[in-house]
């Protein structure tokens, strides 16, 4: 029998895929194995996108590192010196400014009112996190009455919590000069605002389907929070430049896995060669075959290829497996940009210095909510420059809201967000006596809104719901669910019994489909580092399977 290098495949050159790569690549087994890596699209990254837009650079998608210390990905960028470029990027030095909060009619609302309402979220936020806060009988409150045990939401704790709040501040003073708003409507637009930004941090575009038990298991790296001044591509091609230039295959379109769902032992072919147990169906009509497939598609691939006529695994994925797939929660996340025209109108407002404007809308059934202002926009908790002075500004959409984002034209964003941003730059639809005015409510802004015309030249979105390779942003915990859906998701295929374990040391067939990616990581699901650490894991699971069982 002709001796041969075990084939592996991975399928996906994003963080996970790359990073797996790389690992084996450089463990020096190099040699040892046959490495290929197969790209459905253009480019590597995955949902790394390093983009440009007004002559600034900026990110489609990943754009944060989540906290400084320990993490993996501020590490490679410190060793490549990605944390500093003389290009501007979007390094939303802005947002550490004091925000400028408006009610909707143009109404600025004093931080004694934003204030206490955002500490409560973010103690509730910290509670559910498992973490000792300010308000503990708040939070105890918000979950011992949530829901059926084991299928409490975020959503409803969140509510409860802001209940209680209300319960135990009844006396708070009124608020004057701002129209139709009262303090309780207030706190409660405000409140709602902190849920609109959650929302894009977790891809949930309802918190009511957040899993609240799973909060506590999330991890967060302490330390700041940044971006790559050099892009977060950088990360991913610094990963894949040990790599030679035929692994990374791009323009390959997987289209059908075949496996063998028990692992036997495998005959040879004609030529003399174990015959491999995986084949790789492509697009173009080419197969690959494989001894050891790593899959690191997003969870919204998988759920599309969980479907009953999706025939994307052959035999279909068992049972334990699509249904944890089914489970999890995957949303999506869509970021706007928006050039600034230097045609637009500035009478009694510098546009230079555009603020970093959080909006607190009214709720869906009130009387008052402007016509003009569409329902699309009506979860965007802010808009802000990308940097100080920025002329570039940056929304962020979730859910519904960013599905209907990718499907509008230009045009229709162009006067969505102008009718929007001018209606809260522009003093309130009814003039209020000066001396009505409270410390609880500024009453307007300092120009009307004919004059405060914002204009745009250019946008541009990004489209990941719609993106066949993607299908959506990054995974959560939904309600339903839980951690250990991750680990059931991140468990290789085919599932070995205690005999099949025993006779693994021989059998090439096992270990056929590996699973990696953000949403296989039960504690750091939906980043970047989640998805390093699991290209990582499962190259070292087929390090350890050929270093123990075959001896290679």
């Known amino acids: 029998m002709v001796a041969k290098k075990p084939r592996i495949v991975i399928i996906g050159a994003g963080m996970a895929g790359v990073t797996a790569a790389n690992k084996l690549y450089t463990s020096g087994c190099e040699d040892l194995f046959e490495l290929i890596v ?7 990254g995955g949902r790394i996108n390093t983009s440009e837009f007004g002559g600034d650079r900026i990110e489609m998608g990943a754009t944060w590192i989540h906290g400084i210390g320990g993490s993996p990905v501020h590490k490679i960028a410190q060793e490549i010196k990605a944390l500093e470029s003389e290009q501007p990027w979007e ?24 204030d206490p309402i955002t500490s409560l979220y973010k103690n509730l936020m910290d509670y559910a996190q498992g973490k000792k806060v300010e ?17 409490l939401s975020v959503g409803s704790f969140l509510r409860k919590g802001l209940d209680a709040y209300w319960v135990s501040n009844k006396s708070k003073e009124e608020v004057n000069g701002c129209g139709e708003w009262s303090r309780k409507t207030l706190e409660d637009a405000v409140f709602a605002m902190h849920e609109s930004t959650q929302r894009t941090y977790t891809s949930a575009g ?11 298991e999330y991890r967060m790296f302490p330390g700041e929070e940044i971006t790559i001044a050099k ?42 060669y174990d015959s491999r147990p995986v084949k790789v169906h492509f697009s ?36 334990f497996k699509a249904d944890a797939i089914s489970r999890l929660g995957f949303g999506v996340v869509n970021k706007l940009f928006l050039q600034l025209s230097s045609t637009h109108v500035t009478k009694g407002q510098d546009f230079s210095k555009f603020p970093f404007l959080q909006m607190v809308f009214h709720r869906e059934h009130s009387e008052f909510r402007l016509k003009k202002i569409p329902w699309w926009m009506r979860k965007t908790a802010s808009v802000c420059p990308l940097y100080h002075n920025s002329s570039v500004l940056l929304s962020w959409f979730a859910g519904k809201e960013a599905l209907e984002l990718e499907s509008l034209k230009d045009e229709e964003i162009v006067n969505g967000v102008t009718a929007t941003i001018s209606s809260f730059l522009s003093k309130p639809r009814k ?5 009505s005015h409270s410390h609880l409510g500024n009453g307007h802004v300092n120009h009307d809104e004919e004059n405060s015309q914002v204009k745009f030249s250019k946008v541009l979105k990004s489209q990941w719901g719609s993106d066949p390779l993607f299908l959506g942003s990054y995974s959560y915990v939904a309600v339903g669910s839980s951690g250990e ?4 998701l991140a468990e290789p295929l085919p599932k070995l019994s205690n005999c099949d374990k025993a006779a693994s040391a021989t059998s090439t067939s096992s270990l056929q489909i590996l699973f990696a990616g953000e949403a296989t990581h039960r504690t750091h699901y939906s980043t970047t580092h989640g998805a390093y650490f699991s290209g990582l894991r499962e190259a070292n699971r087929l390090l350890q399977y050929y270093n123990h069982h075959v001896g290679v």
């Open 135 to 151: 308000y503990m009988k708040l939070g105890d409150e918000a979950a011992s009455d949530n829901g059926v045990a084991g299928k």
């Open 91 to 114: 390094c939303m030095d802005g947002s550490s400014d004091e925000a400028k909060t408006i009610a909707e009619g143009g109404f600025e609302v004093s931080l004694n009112v934003v």
């Open 231 to 272: 892009g977060y591509l950088s990360i991913v091609q610094s990963l894949a430049s040990v790599l030679p230039p035929d692994v990374i295959q791009l323009g390959k379109r997987v289209t059908k896995v075949e496996w063998k769902a028990e692992a036997t032992h495998l005959g040879v072919d004609q030529n003399g």
């Open 38 to 44: 197969v790209e459905g699209g253009t480019r590597i």
């Open 485 to 488: 859906d991750l680990d059931i």
């Open 431 to 435: 003039k209020e006596k000066e001396n």
């Open 284 to 319: 173009d009509g080419s197969v690959l075959l494989a001894d050891h497939v790593i899959v690191t598609v997003s969870l919204g691939v998988l759920k599309a290829a969980t479907h009953q006529d999706s025939g994307m695994f052959s035999p279909p994925l068992p049972c």
């Open 206 to 216: 309802d918190l009511l389907t957040l899993d609240y038990n799973a909060e506590s």
